[in-house]
């Protein structure tokens, strides 16, 4: 590792907001100032870079991502762009002249396309080759299955069509004993990660998603030019010795937690998000919900008295109500302060009102979100209107959340979302609700320094550039820069000095591209101008 000295840039750092020049000493950070001290540096060091005005930043964070699934996407899988009923069949039958087997792919949305309606069965057969399909929808809470699958799977019990619930689960297990290249796709889905200037994921992993097979054997990748990989293993338990011995059968200190996909409920666009009231578009209909109050009970007794973070996805308001109920009979048993100190977490929250919020502090829950969901979905005509109706206004209420003192995390949930963090600070200052939204630092702080603290990391200058901090950073070609804020009543400016505030890209249109991605000193993405680099 060398001695490098970084210059002619701009550096985000909060120890020095105007600072141009970085040295990094091995695996650390060791030193940030201006133009003329670098200088002096110059003289100390292996390797000068200039940086020609570009950003360097620290690494992202991922809080949420399936490493799989979306290695399968980026390698061709992918129906994200599908438009139509006859677009997706053509990309079935695309998909099927390039593969063997059984079609899988994933990513189609009908609440995104004009007209509404999936194709038939035969139709989708017939797109295949005759072969079977699973084809997940992008939510992954249902997927299009044929006859001829649930016949090589063994589950002719199951009806063809749309699945969801157990009989979705019952289909990705019998799949997951098929399928052996799961590495192969979770290298695939890092490299990816590191390419746009992401140092650290933490994956969801469940039975029902890839299984244990999958989680243990990524992680048991062991790369340095790799973005280092954390996970949740989304399994219920019913007692501590039950808690204490799953975590203990990971390698130590990988497995953050159990939950993370733990699902009380399911999906809005799958309708099988628990809602306190009836679907809009289908009434009599509430959704599905997963787990009772007693099992979240029990699972939150066992995992915080042996110290072990337990974590649910929670979508719906009907969920969210259960999930607290269960900390409140929980509290009764082993106390308010038991619940606290093992910062136990949500996943999405996206229906959360004042009451919930306040009893969310209470028990000092962290909550996980992702604002690519409401560029997705919300909006005039969009599927969150059209699954509530007038109760989707306020949803993913990211200002609510940091105003109220909650602690929040930012994430994609790859690969129903794109792996951007930019376009996650895009979509958070832009939220459909202008109530909702929150600057551009808060929405990359909470993808770096917060989700480090998020994940118990005891260095408190992880997700930080400042002196005696791990090297763990991105370089940007970010042409713009300024203090950003959601309210259009105050202004951004990018030359005030008297600001004193670090500056960020500017992503109302353009989004940086990385090109450099570090992890504690190692390289991992490189995509910097060879003659911009001058060795010693």
Known sequence: MAKTLYHNGSVYSSADPFATAMVVDGDTVAWIGGEEAAERHAEAVDQIIDLNGALITPAFVE??????????????????????????????????????????????????????????????????????????RRDVHSALVNRELLEQLGLEQISPGVVSGNEHDQVRL?????????????????????????????????????????????????????????????????????????????????????????????????????????????????????????????????????????????????????VLDAFDDAAQQIGVAKLQMCRHRIEHAEMVDASNRARLLQ????????????????????????????????????????????????GSDAPVTEVDGWKIVRAAMNMSDPESRISARAAFLAQTRSTYRAMGEMNPTAGQLVIGAPATFAIWSASELAVQTPDVRISSWSTDARAGTPMLPVVDEQIPDCLRTVRAGNILHDQLDPAAVRNL
């Open 63 to 136: 809080s949420h991502t399936h490493l799989a699934a979306l290695g399968r996407s980026l390698s061709g899988a992918d129906l994200s762009s599908v438009g139509s009923a006859g677009a997706l069949l053509e990309a079935v039958s695309l998909r099927a002249s390039g593969t063997e087997g059984p079609v899988l792919a994933q990513g189609w949305d009908e609440s995104t396309w004009d007209v509404r309606v999936l194709p038939t069965e035969a139709e989708l057969t017939d797109a295949a080759s005759g072969r079977g399909y699973y084809l997940v």
């Open 174 to 322: 019998a799949l997951s004993s098929l399928q052996s290249t799961d590495v192969d796709f979770q290298r695939r889905a890092l490299e990816h990660y590191a390419s746009r200037g992401y140092a650290t994921v933490v994956e969801m992993a469940a039975p029902q998603l890839e299984g244990r097979r999958a989680l243990d054997n990524l992680l048991a990748i062991e790369d340095q030019q790799l973005p280092q990989v954390y996970a949740f293993w989304g399994e219920l338990v019913g007692d501590g010795e039950h808690a204490s011995q799953l975590v203990s059968s990971f390698p130590a200190g990988r497995v953050l937690g159990l939950g993370g996909d733990l699902r009380v409920d399911g999906s809005l666009g799958s309708r099988t998000a628990y809602l306190r009231e009836d679907y809009a578009d289908q009434p009599g209909h509430r959704g599905v919900l997963h787990l009772s109050k007693d099992q979240i009970v029990k699972h939150l007794i066992a995992c915080s008295q042996q110290g072990i973070q337990a974590a649910f996805h929670v979508i719906g308001d009907g969920a969210l109500d259960v």
């Open 363 to 410: 028990y000092s829950i962290m909550v996980s979100m992702q604002p690519e969901f409401d560029a997705q979905w919300a909006g005039e005509n969009g599927m969150y209107q059209a699954r509530l109706g007038d109760r989707s206004r306020g949803m993913n209420n990211l200002s609510a959340m940091l105003s109220s003192g909650v602690p929040l995390v930012l």
